[in-house]
């Protein structure tokens, strides 16, 4: 596609739900990214694809967060059992494969937790 | 490690000058700049690779001092379309993928 697509754009849960967020990125960006960004902060590292492989999981915040890409493209992050801290807006980002490239990020889902 | 950002807001007149700094405590291996207005998401403006470059477009430009472990960002004649909150991130490793720590942010509002 022409961006990075993320639905749903808003989601709304109640803290104990599951929910699955998901990401669309664009065609032929081989690294797949997902961030978290706090209300006035800087985005937050949580997960990293290239292609299918998910080969840095270094940020995600505990055991409730999974991630996957099956087929290396589009990508779900899951989180379980949510819990109001959860709250946040969740930004995808991929590039192209190289160093000289920077981010194109999604729009983001917002996610609250009540 | 979270770079820092200097200053933490900025209110600039139309056609004025701004610097925005970055910082680590950590050796860099490169350092992106994004530009985020109110709403949206943030918008790749640049990366530099270690080794000092500087690099620019249009009335932005960049510059990055390995050995300060340094990156400020230059606004000259600011307009308008200017105003947005930037973002510095930093890369601390050669992993073949780009893993950016990003900053707190600079908000920048131009004004008529």
């Known amino acids: 596609g022409a961006g990075v697509s993320q639905s749903p754009r808003y989601k709304v849960t109640k803290r104990g739900q599951d929910v699955a967020l998901r990401c669309d990125p664009i065609s032929g960006h081989v690294s797949l990214y997902w961030y978290r960004q706090a209300l006035g902060q800087g985005p937050e590292f949580l997960t990293y694809f290239n292609y299918e492989a998910q080969q840095d999981k270094s940020g995600l915040p505990n055991d409730r967060f999974s991630a996957e890409r099956p087929e290396g493209s589009i990508s779900t992050l899951t989180i379980q059992r949510t819990e109001q801290r959860d709250s946040a807006m969740y930004r995808c980002?991929?590039?192209?494969?190289?160093?000289?490239?920077?981010?194109?990020f999604g729009s983001g889902t917002r996610l609250t937790v009540v | 490690q979270q770079p820092v950002q200097s200053p933490q807001a900025v209110i600039l007149r139309e056609g004025e000058d701004a610097v925005i700094n970055c910082s680590s405590s950590k050796a860099l291996y490169s350092v992106h700049w994004y530009r985020q207005k109110h709403g949206e998401a943030p918008v790749f403006l640049m990366i530099?690779?270690?080794?000092?470059e500087q690099k620019g477009h249009d009335k932005i430009s960049a510059s990055f001092n390995e050995k300060k472990q340094q990156s400020s960002l230059y606004l000259t004649a600011s307009q308008l379309s200017y105003s947005g909150t930037y973002f510095c991130g930093t890369e601390y490793q050669t992993g073949g993928y780009q893993k950016v720590t990003f900053g707190t942010g600079t908000k920048l509002q131009v004004i008529p």
């Open positions: 530099l690779l270690k080794g000092g």
């Open positions: 980002a991929s590039s192209p494969p190289g160093s000289n490239y920077g981010y194109t």
